[in-house]
């Protein structure tokens, strides 16, 4: 491999490996004060540990983790509500993006929706989280591009890339939540209707949200009462 292979690959492994850790830390496997070590992400993901180490550089410049003298790299103090508050400007980004996509929305789109839609259920019906996860994203992808505004788009892709999407689906609710709350999303780009398709995407945000934070928290208070070996 060149030099120049190398270093087209390593940022994409830094990369992979920093959202491997990020859906960790955010789900709850990886609490507060956990120490990270590169190593450690190195062997699990079959990767050396220099691409590892980038990963946790930067995600302390993110704020999740922490360096600290003679201890390494931790996990930053992180709560439920620091979880809504994130969902929260998620939701109303993309409450935007889905008033602006119903006045642009046309029959070919709708039918890609619905037909995702109806993808969506079924695998949820079969509890198939890899393609229930899918599916979800390209829902929301045809959504957000079809607003048509980069700027907003953009802003939004800072705040996503927190999202723990390899551990979404089996968050208990979660399925439920994403096959009704679609449902209402796509109805309002149905009817054309953007300040209901605003409302029912902030809605379904924001209730992604509180499911995650509720887990987290569970997650958390839970081994906190656990018995140290």
Request: net charge neutral; aromatic share 4%.
């Given at each position: 491999?060149?030099?120049?292979?190398?270093?087209?690959?390593?940022?994409?492994?830094?990369?992979?490996?920093?959202?491997?850790?990020?859906?960790?830390?955010?789900?709850?496997?990886?609490?507060?004060?956990?120490?990270?070590?590169?190593?450690?992400?190195?062997?699990?993901?079959?990767?050396?540990?220099?691409?590892?180490?980038e990963?946790?550089?930067?995600?302390?410049?993110?704020?999740?983790?922490?360096?600290?003298?003679?201890?390494?790299?931790?996990v930053?103090?992180?709560?439920?509500?620091?979880?809504?508050?994130?969902?929260?400007a998620?939701?109303?980004?993309?409450?935007?993006?889905?008033?602006?996509?119903?006045?642009?929305?046309?029959?070919?789109?709708?039918?890609?929706?619905s037909?995702?839609?109806?993808?969506?259920?079924?695998?949820?019906?079969?509890?198939?989280?890899?393609?229930?996860?899918?599916?979800?994203?390209?829902?929301?992808?045809?959504?957000?591009?079809?607003?048509?505004?980069?700027?907003?788009?953009?802003?939004?892709?800072?705040?996503?890339?927190?999202?723990?999407?390899?551990?979404?689906?089996?968050?208990?609710?979660?399925?439920q939540?994403?096959?009704?709350?679609?449902?209402?999303?796509?109805?309002?780009?149905?009817?054309?209707?953007?300040?209901?398709?605003?409302?029912?995407?902030?809605?379904h945000?924001?209730?992604?949200?509180?499911?995650?934070?509720?887990?987290?928290?569970?997650?958390?208070?839970?081994?906190?009462?656990?018995?140290?070996?």
């Open positions: 491999m060149t030099e120049t292979q190398q270093g087209r690959r390593r940022p994409q492994l830094s990369d992979e490996a920093a959202a491997y850790i990020r859906a960790l830390i955010m789900s709850g496997e990886l609490r507060p004060g956990s120490q990270v070590r590169p190593e450690t992400i190195g062997e699990r993901l079959g990767i050396s540990t220099t691409p590892a180490r990963a946790l550089q930067l995600l302390r410049v993110e704020g999740f983790l922490e360096l600290v003298p003679r201890r390494g790299f931790q930053a103090p992180l709560t439920g509500a620091d979880i809504r508050d994130l969902f929260r998620q939701a109303l980004l993309g409450g935007e993006l889905a008033g602006r996509a119903a006045v642009r929305v046309g029959p070919a789109e709708l039918a890609e929706l037909a995702l839609h109806h993808e969506l259920m079924a695998a949820a019906a079969r509890n198939d989280t890899g393609l229930l996860e899918e599916k979800n994203h390209a829902f929301h992808r045809i959504i957000n591009h079809l607003a048509d505004s980069r700027k907003i788009l953009w802003v939004l892709g800072l705040t996503v890339r927190y999202v723990p999407r390899m551990f979404y689906a089996s968050i208990p609710g979660w399925q939540a994403t096959v009704e709350d679609h449902g209402k999303v796509l109805d309002a780009l149905t009817a054309g209707d953007a300040n209901a398709a605003r409302g029912a995407m902030e809605d945000l924001t209730h992604a949200g509180e499911l995650l934070a509720e887990h987290f928290d569970a997650r958390i208070q839970g081994e906190g009462q656990r018995t140290p070996a």
